[in-house]
């Protein structure tokens, strides 16, 4: 015992001496990079971290356990408790949390509620890809609504119009921060009992007040999706989140995210429940080890403990990032307000407060400019720009070969999207910029407007 405890006092010194050697690398080769000066490379998103994130992740590259362990759970226990929500799973990507969260839906134990072939879901195609993958990968039919300008998210008016028989949910995402109408949304879903899914890979601490009651958005649905990857409100890398209230869901999205098995036993534990071999389930001997019966056709998208460690420390921190986020937004709004005659500017959702992940800005169509122009101007003032992800998603080249099928479905027209395509951009307005920053992509915007 003697021997063991001395063992476990070296461990301990051990890390405290690497951690510590970890932190004055941070301070003396990464902390004091040459501060930005006018000219310099300003990207639409970037990493904001300190030593904190460093030792957390060299914290768990120490314990070798690679991967879902300690830091996961810490960080799904957080997260769940910060968002409003009583479950939250990590998943590798926010693309993989949008296929898990739709995965959950097509499951049998959801009776007529289930997602089966051809039924049929309400998105919008001015939206990422991965929003609307799952649906077709799955054999169901997206259907496709036009949006609105300026807040740049669904069109509620064309809800019912879209509705059928075959409705069985709504997937669609907030975009760029800005709440799309959750009010309406929720409402229409609640009264022809269909599934929300809240993309919220963009909005990440956005508020939405219904009837005097306010939630972050990814709360106010059945599920909701986040995503970690860097130019996101907070970042593990690679990194995402599916989270739900619900407790069904909550199992489905486990046993979908953990191969499709029925067992909800932690990587590493086994026999929590009980009952490992003590069961029958489907064909198989009766008896049969429960952490190899599988419900479900799932998927193995874990994300790892040395993500999960990053994502810890990140969290404290978010509260910060969103509000320097709104600051540097609100101050780029009143920079452009000269330019209403040309752009037309973003404007925050009724009901909301908006965690913005980038300056959302569209040029009039009788403005006399160019979209790509004015984009290419500024990008050789070294500011890098964005457009809004597909514009139109069905005009890419992966519906080339289901363009004019059944495998999807557009209600009306997608006139704004279209106009949405030919004539927004976006840029920056992470936490990590300066007034400076900001300042200089202001500057470079308007004259890009003056026709510099």
């Known amino acids: 015992m003697k021997r063991m405890m001395q063992l476990d006092n070296d461990e301990r010194k051990a890390r405290r001496e690497i951690k510590k050697l970890v932190a004055d690398y941070y301070h003396n080769f990464i902390e004091n990079k040459l501060p930005y000066k006018s000219g310099d490379r300003v990207p639409y998103a970037s990493r904001v971290f300190d030593e904190k994130e460093i030792l957390s992740l060299t ?133 022809h009992n269909l599934w929300l899914i809240e993309d919220n890979c963009d909005a990440l601490g956005a508020e939405y007040t219904i009837d005097g009651e306010t939630k972050y958005t990814g709360a106010w649905g059945d599920i909701g999706t986040s995503s970690f990857y ?75 403990d040395l993500q999960a460690a990053i994502g810890v420390e990140q969290l404290k921190k978010l509260p910060l990032f969103v509000e320097r986020r709104r600051c540097n937004w609100d101050r780029l709004k009143k920079a452009f307000e000269p330019l209403n005659e040309k752009l037309i500017l973003p404007e925050p959702a009724k009901n909301s407060r908006p965690s913005w992940f980038g300056f959302l800005i569209s040029i009039r169509a009788d403005s006399g400019l160019e979209r790509n122009k004015v984009t290419q101007y500024i990008e050789s003032q070294n500011i890098q720009t964005r457009l809004l992800f597909s514009g139109n998603l069905i005009k890419h080249p992966a519906f080339d070969q289901i363009r004019g099928t059944k495998a999807y479905r557009v209600v009306g027209n997608l006139n704004v999207t279209d106009f949405i395509m030919k004539n927004a951009f976006w840029i920056g307005v992470y936490p990590g910029m300066t007034d400076e920053m900001i300042d200089d992509m202001a500057k470079a915007v308007m004259d890009a407007c003056k026709g510099a």
């Open 230 to 304: 860097p130019p996101h409100h907070m970042t593990m890398g690679e990194g995402g989140c599916v989270y739900t209230d619900n407790d069904l869901l909550h199992r489905l999205i486990l046993s979908y995210r953990d191969w499709g098995r029925d067992c909800v036993c932690p990587s590493g534990h086994d026999g929590v429940c009980g009952h490992r071999f003590r069961q029958q389930f489907g064909e198989l001997p009766f008896g049969y080890d429960h952490k190899y019966v599988y419900s479900h056709f799932g998927y193995n998208l874990k994300a790892t």
């Open 59 to 191: 914290e768990a590259a120490l314990d070798f356990w690679l991967t879902a362990g300690r830091f996961a759970d810490e960080f799904e226990k957080s997260f769940a408790k910060w968002i409003g929500v009583k479950y939250a799973h990590l998943v590798n990507s926010g693309s993989s949390a949008n296929l898990i969260a739709f995965a959950a839906l097509t499951a049998p134990e959801l009776g007529d509620r289930q997602i089966k072939r051809a039924d049929e879901v309400i998105t919008v195609a001015c939206a990422f890809p991965t929003t609307v993958s799952p649906i077709l990968h799955y054999g169901a039919v997206p259907v496709f609504v036009d949006v609105t300008v300026p807040q740049y998210n669904i069109d509620v008016e064309k809800l019912e119009e879209a509705y059928s028989p075959r409705t069985k949910a709504v997937m669609i995402a907030h975009t760029l921060g800005n709440p799309f109408d959750l009010k309406e949304v929720r409402e229409f879903c609640d009264m």
